[in-house]
T-cell receptor
Framework: NAGVTQTPKFRVLKTGQSMTLLCAQD?????MYWYRQDPGMGLRLIHY???????AKGEVPDGYNVSRLKKQNFLLGLESAAPSQTSVYFC?????????????FGDGTRLSIL | AQSVTQLGSHVSVSEGALVLLRCNYS??????LFWYVQYPNQGLQLLLK??????LVKGINGFEAEFKKSETSFHLTKPSAHMSDAAEYFC??????????????FGQGTELSVKP
């Protein structure tokens, strides 16, 4: 059981380049999330999705776009990468049900923007 | 609005000593509380989650957390630290799925070091 899988694991980009981070989950979860982790700041929500075909902005959405065309996949795009987007990106998913259902995390994508 | 504060960005204990990691939260709705652990270059793994009505919650690897509503705290403890406990620990709060899809608000994390 793979859980939440993120690709790629590492990437170095130049300023202005674009790329897409892929998240796939095999748990049939409705909810999916993209977070970024920066030193001393914990994780902050970028965008989230409450089901196939839906997306919504989180705390720090500027410079990112997302799509959820299939229930199992959640894509995060950077149209024009900036050095401030250097971070570790985590995808998570969650099932429906009572409020204390936990989120399941992938292993992260380490992204450097030069 | 919800927020989480973890007191102490770094905590160091000796092997066999008590581990205490502090977490205080603020929430305008009944909170759903979680502790996650992150080992180097890995994702976050659930340690434990708060269950409504409980005051002491048991998790994996011998960790437990005490919920104190009056103090808005959810501190994490382990009676005896092991070298393998060295990691970063995150406290998180959620307002439930009707609050921005159940997003988690994280504290800034506490790095636990265990000395031999």
């Amino acid at each position: 059981n793979a859980g939440v899988t993120q690709t790629p694991k590492f990437r170095v980009l130049k300023t202005g380049q674009s790329m897409t981070l892929l998240c796939a989950q095999d748990m049939n979860h409705e909810y999916m999330y993209w977070y970024r982790q920066d030193p001393g700041m914990g994780l902050r929500l970028i965008h989230y999705s409450v089901g196939e075909g839906t997306t919504a902005k989180g705390e720090v959405p500027d410079g990112y776009n997302v799509s959820r065309l299939k229930k199992q996949n959640f894509l995060l795009g950077l149209e024009s990468a900036a050095p401030s987007q250097t971070s570790v990106y985590f995808c998570a998913s969650r099932g429906t049900g009572i409020g204390n259902q936990p989120q399941h995390f992938g292993d992260g994508t380490r992204l450097s923007i030069l | 609005a919800q927020s989480v504060t973890q007191l102490g960005s770094h905590v160091s204990v000796s092997e066999g000593a008590l581990v205490l990691l502090r977490c205080n939260y603020s929430s305008s709705v009944p909170p759903y509380l979680f502790w996650y652990v992150q080992y180097p270059n890995q994702g976050l793994q659930l340690l434990l989650k708060y269950t409504t009505g409980a005051t002491l919650v048991k998790g994996i690897n011998g960790f437990e957390a005490e919920f104190k509503k009056s103090e808005t705290s959810f501190h994490l403890t382990k009676p005896s630290a092991h070298m393998s406990d060295a990691a970063e620990y995150f406290c998180a709060v959620s307002g439930g799925v009707y609050n921005q899809g159940g997003k988690l608000i994280f504290g800034q994390g506490t790095e636990l070091s265990v000395k031999p």
